[in-house]
């Protein structure tokens, strides 16, 4: 059994997370601290998931590797993935190595626990001279006239106890929306994490929750989580505006398998980098916003 010097346990130090969140508002992004509270208010919070790496100095956390199990479909077969999140050093101790000797200690923990390891970043060079590459990611567009149908979907509440339930469940039974790149039932805190500040909406004839945004006569679809497999019809037909176009941030294969795809990086600069093997690659998928760490 290997000794790890910067694993640490939020369960056995329950003020753990509030010094990483101090150093992510610093080093990551501000506000972080506020989505994650806002994941723990749903019932899937970063410590219940996330294995912590981190680098003290004194009582200052100063570098942060955490890892997270995400279970996914590979081209029809189910994996657990490794995904490396929350990579950040301190700013007044960056250059000084902190980073390479928690990543080093990361990987040891993941090289018997999982073959293949996920992240995604604006920062590729971090993490070539680790053995990750970058993947190239593909997005779909279709030309979809829709005069627009009924008010098929209403806006998730999730102060009400009824819709943080459609949640929890839809969440823990989903189906994945793609046998290229899915996700597998159980998987809740990144995607609480990544979409809990997020507009979600449900469709009660569908049992479907649906992450997208409408932008004049365009669709964006970024996650479906339902129990069954959807078509893009049964979609537009619960929504009340006229759509020309439907741009699909996921892989097609189910929801559209004649869709055109092109090449695409989500948000313009969120790379996703892998290390091991990644059958997928080649094919033409996007990691779903709601999965990505």
Known sequence: MNSYSFKRSFSEEPRLIDRLLDLAEIALFPGITEVAERSRELGASWEDASTPFIYFQ?????????VL??????????????????????????????????????????????????????????????????VQESACAISRISPGGSEGFRLLDFDRAEDKQILHRLLAERQPISNIVGIRGGEKAIFCFNEGSNPLYYAPDLDLMVSMEIDKTTLKLFDLVGT????????????????????????CDRLAPEAPSFPNVLDGNSLLMVRGPFPAEGHPFTMPRSTRC
């Open 58 to 66: 004194d009582d200052l956390a100063i570098t942060h590797v955490g």
């Open 228 to 251: 069954k497999g959807y078509n893009l019809d049964e979609i537009l037909e619960r929504i009340p505006q006229a759509i020309e176009e439907v741009k699909v941030y996921f892989a």
């Open 69 to 134: 199990e995400i279970p996914i479909i590979l081209m029809g077969k189910p994996a657990i993935a490794g995904g490396i999140h929350g990579v950040c050093t301190h700013p007044d101790f960056r250059r000084r190595g902190y980073y390479r000797k928690v990543m080093e200690e990361v990987l040891d923990y993941c090289a018997n626990r999982y073959e293949t390891l996920v992240l995604t970043t604006d920062r590729p060079e971090y993490y070539y001279s680790f053995g990750f590459h970058v």
